[in-house]
């Protein structure tokens, strides 16, 4: 199996920045199409961010276009969200999740065979 495992995540001001990682084990993320999910109390999950391994392209939920960026350093095998002008509907678990095939249908979670156990972000305001 592969396991991912979250960290970064915490509490901070409306307007700050946080930066989210994801550490694989058991597999290189430079084989992996890598996803953030994130879902807030009472609220379904919700799709944030995706890389595409195979074409290096990235894509965006609209609610975080200019704000948040996925990137990756497979050196040292991790998967990075850098979150900025936080909002506080930001505020949820933040998920990461990975799958070895080249999906398509990136938004979806169930496109996604592993997923960590998810890293809470609070965004006061």
């Known amino acids: 199996q592969v396991q991912l495992v979250e960290s970064g995540g915490g509490l901070v001001q409306a307007g700050g920045s946080l930066r989210l990682s994801c550490a694989a084990s058991?597999?290189?993320?430079?084989?992996?199409?890598n996803g953030w999910f994130r879902q807030a109390p009472g609220k379904e999950r919700e799709f944030v961010a995706a890389d595409r391994w195979d074409v290096g392209t990235t894509y965006y939920v609209d609610s975080v276009k200019g704000r948040f960026t996925i990137s990756r350093d497979n050196a040292k095998n991790m998967v990075y969200l850098q979150m900025n002008n936080l909002k506080p509907e930001d505020t949820a678990v933040y998920l990461c999740?990975?799958?070895?095939?080249?999906?398509?249908?990136?938004?979806?979670?169930?496109?996604?065979?592993?997923w960590g156990q998810g890293t809470q972000v609070t965004v006061s305001s």
């Open positions: 999740a990975a799958d070895p095939t080249r999906i398509t249908a990136l938004t979806r979670e169930s496109s996604y065979a592993f």
């Open positions: 058991g597999r290189a993320f430079s084989r992996l199409t």
